[in-house]
């Protein structure tokens, strides 16, 4: 098996240590380069700053940059990518539209996957998201994230996805929490993000009306979960022709760190 070499951008963030701890444990990925802003001494790979990634990524023949930074260094982040024509994995949610624009052109150039989940269950979600809607057209909708007191973003880039997924289906327009008087209205979906303590990520729809409420509900247990669904998505994108691929491509392919 050829092993995929890869750059870690945001390499000592909560995500970038995850990632670069559970790479130690398989064989079909080896990180090579972190890339972060403040360097982490007891690392047995190099470091470098962001202003440094554009040689680094060429010097030592990376094939695939895994990211889980910040919403404003990806731009820079894509762009080094096409310049040195390496493959490119991101998890980094809170993207704006030019930033997504970025990535789009980059797909030009290079393989680019951009997920705000990598788990699988989190696929699962969206499917069965998408068959309760078609299930329950009149349905009034809620959706509640939770996550770490860390956490930069909200709503939860998951959020934003699932948002989109009930946008597909029907018109509706997000109301960012209620206070006081403030009634539900047609085609509302209330969005609430709580933020407390270690939680690694949970997401719960709620679709309510006719007597009778269903609510799916996914819980990611630890950060690993969303690592080897990188890892495996990186592992994949390697060697591929430049393009757009999705997490759902990947996971047709692979079952948690293996080939099928
Ligand atoms: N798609 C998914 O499955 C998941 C996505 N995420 C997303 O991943 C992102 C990171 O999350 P998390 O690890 O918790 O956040 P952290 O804040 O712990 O880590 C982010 C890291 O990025 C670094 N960073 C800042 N600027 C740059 C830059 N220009 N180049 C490279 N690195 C930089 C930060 O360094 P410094 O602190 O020195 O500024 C920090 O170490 C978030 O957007 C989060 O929502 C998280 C989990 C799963
Ligand atoms: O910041 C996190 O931790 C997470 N971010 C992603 C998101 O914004 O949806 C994915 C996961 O929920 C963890």
Redesign the pocket.
């Known amino acids: 098996m050829t092993q995929t070499q890869l750059a870690v ?2 390499a ?5 240590q995850t990632i670069r701890d559970t790479a130690t444990t398989r064989d079909d990925v080896s990180v090579a380069l972190g ?4 360097t982490d001494t007891e690392s047995d790979h190099p470091i470098v700053a ?1 202003t440094d990634r554009q040689d680094a990524l060429k010097t030592r023949d990376i094939d695939v940059v895994v990211d ?4 404003d ?1 990806v731009e ?2 894509a762009r080094d990518c096409t310049a040195t024509d390496v493959a490119l994995v991101s ?4 993207l704006d539209e030019e930033t997504r624009e970025v990535l789009q052109a980059a797909s030009e150039e290079v393989p680019v996957l951009h ?5 699988r269950g989190v696929v699962a979600l969206q499917r069965a998201l998408d068959s309760a809607l078609a299930a329950l057209p009149s349905y009034d909708i809620e959706l509640l994230e939770t996550h770490h007191s ?4 909200a709503p ?2 998951t959020a934003t996805t699932l948002l989109e997924t009930v946008a597909d289906h029907r018109d509706v327009a997000s109301v960012h929490g209620r206070n006081g008087e403030q009634q539900r209205e047609d085609g509302e979906v209330g969005v609430f993000s709580r933020r407390a303590g270690t939680v690694r ?1 949970e997401h719960e729809i709620l679709l309510a009306d006719n007597d009778e409420a269903l609510t799916l509900t996914h819980r990611a247990e630890s ?1 690993g979960v ?1 690592a080897v ?2 890892l495996d998505a990186s592992h994949w994108l390697a060697g591929r022709l430049a393009g757009r691929y999705s997490v759902v491509d990947v996971f047709a392919d692979t079952t948690n760190g293996d080939e099928t």
């Not at 998890?91 to 809170?94: E, M, N, S």
């Open positions: 951008n945001g000592v963030g909560r995500m970038g890339v972060s802003p403040t962001p889980f930074s910040t919403a260094a820079p982040l998890g980094t949610t809170g997920a705000t989940n990598f788990s860390g956490k930069q973003d939860s880039g990520g950060r969303f669904g990188a």
